[in-house]
């Protein structure tokens, strides 16, 4: 009897070892959804050797009760990692873009950068200003910085043209990381923040863009009014039967806080409180968890936004459909027209550096050959004074 005692200790041993060890893989790879499946699986395991051992198997209908109870445990620890599967194969718009398709200069792959049919007339060899700015204005700033700059690697991760998406953006602008971000306008509490380094932010528009809103594909809406967009994401409107839809509950989704996507909200909306932000709780390294505004994911009753030409060119997810707003559609046309009711200037912006070429690089964007590749990119230009 002392062998099998001893066998059963061993084993434990052994067996706490090697969970140890996939656990704190699991904890390291952020995958704690599977954590209780895999502790299931182990102290079953561990319970139907030690009752082989002491031979508790020895009648049909011990196996079939054992069996029972394991199926119901892993089942009920199954729920967990499934939920997240089905949760992560919902499509979203927030899909990683792959930026360094618009890299500037780049050798050896077919570039999706925009250019001028002559040479710019502005040529920058030294004293660079360092960019940073939103993702979706990657593709128009790298193609000034092509137009301009001298011809060599500018990684977008760390070099003298970075994209770091807007929040991180106004921090390195704010901080003296970088001489010029490209942005949509600062939000109120960038304003704030700005206010009390005691810098003075400069906006020089470079072009225009349409704030959009975004259904499911299949879902029967084309068009909202502003009105009603508003009492959405006021929490007025719950359901889409009472905008002429199907009676399912509407999941209106938001970004991040400072995100040049929240921020347009935040101006439609005004003087209008905007409803709590769905939650999710996403985990960290080591076991951690915090909660952080949810993503946007395709369900058939979700609803989202972001800006025009993000959502068709960089991301062209066919899963999802552009909303007309006030019966009007959002197109370059509508936009050019003021017809697109929240249509909207993005800017170059800077907080007093003194880089010497800064100036004539903006002015530069300004002028017509900037104003062309704001074209050829896909954005609509400025309107002349």
Do not use: C
């Not at 003021?338 to 070429?357: K, L, M, R």
């Amino acid at each position: 009897m002392v062998a099998p005692i001893a066998f059963a200790v061993l084993l434990l041993i052994a067996l706490l070892f090697f969970t140890g060890i996939g656990l704190l893989y699991l904890l390291l790879m952020g995958w704690i959804h599977y954590i209780p499946l895999a502790l299931s699986a182990m102290i079953i395991l561990y319970v139907w050797i030690v009752m082989m051992i002491f031979h508790f198997f020895n009648t049909q209908q011990r196996k079939r009760l054992f069996g029972i109870i394991a199926g119901v445990v892993l089942l009920g620890a199954a729920v967990w990692p499934i939920m997240h599967i089905y949760k992560e194969s919902i499509s979203t718009v927030d899909a990683e873009v792959e930026v360094r398709d618009y890299e500037p200069f780049t050798i050896g792959q077919e570039s999706k950068l925009a250019v001028l049919d002559e040479v710019a007339t502005l040529e920058l060899k030294d004293d660079l200003p360092r960019i940073d700015g939103a993702t979706a204005l990657y593709p128009l700033y790298a193609a000034f910085v092509q137009a301009v700059y001298p011809s060599k690697e500018y990684n977008p991760y760390d070099s003298e043209v970075m994209v770091n998406t807007t929040p991180i953006a106004y921090e390195n602008l704010f901080s003296g990381e970088v001489d010029i971000i490209f942005a949509a306008g600062p939000s109120d509490a960038q304003m704030k923040e700005a206010e009390q380094l005691g810098l003075e932010l400069k906006l020089t528009p470079i072009g225009r863009e349409a704030f959009v809103f975004f259904v499911n594909q299949k879902n029967p809406i084309d068009n909202l009014e502003l009105k009603q967009i508003q009492d959405i994401y006021a929490g007025k409107i719950t359901n889409w039967k009472e905008v002429g839809g199907k009676n399912e509950s509407i999941r209106a989704f938001q970004r991040p806080a400072d995100s040049g996507s929240q921020t347009g909200l935040e101006r439609l909306m005004g003087n209008i409180p905007i409803m709590d932000a769905p939650k999710e709780n996403v985990p960290e390294g080591m076991g951690g968890i915090i909660s952080e505004v949810s993503k946007y994911r395709n369900y058939k009753n979700a609803m989202g936004y972001t800006f025009r030409y993000y959502s068709t060119e960089m991301v062209g997810n066919d899963e999802i459909k552009l909303l007309a707003i006030d019966g009007v559609k959002p197109t370059k046309e509508t936009i050019r027209t003021d017809d697109y009711p929240i249509a909207s200037e993005f800017y170059v912006i800077t907080a007093g550096t003194e880089n010497p070429n800064t100036e004539k690089f903006i002015e530069w964007m300004v002028s017509p050959q900037g104003q062309e590749l704001v074209e050829k990119v896909g954005y609509v230009t400025v309107k002349k004074p």
